[in-house]
């Protein structure tokens, strides 16, 4: 599942180096390199169990998103 960081504010997207984490005993690295929602397309891939289908409406178990996000895209 690809989804949007709906929530997140432009104000919080990074484009420089820092450290993973903020751990400075790590060497600092790349903004695309992180895996959080300081991308600047803010964008995030999730791998959620499939629970049921009703209808047009996917349940899933074990997304870590909010509700009301915007789902961008599902593949099998």
């Known amino acids: 599942m690809v989804w949007h960081f ?3 504010s432009e104000d919080d997207v990074h484009l420089s180096a820092r450290h993973p984490r903020n751990n400075p005993a790590w060497p600092k690295t790349g903004t695309v390199v992180h895996r959080n929602h300081r991308h600047p397309a803010r964008i995030a891939v999730s791998y959620p169990g499939p629970l049921r289908v009703d209808g047009r409406d996917l349940h ?14 599902l593949a099998p």
């Open 6 to 8: 709906s929530q997140g």
């Open 60 to 73: 899933v178990e074990d997304l870590d998103v909010v509700d009301g996000t915007p789902v961008l895209d």
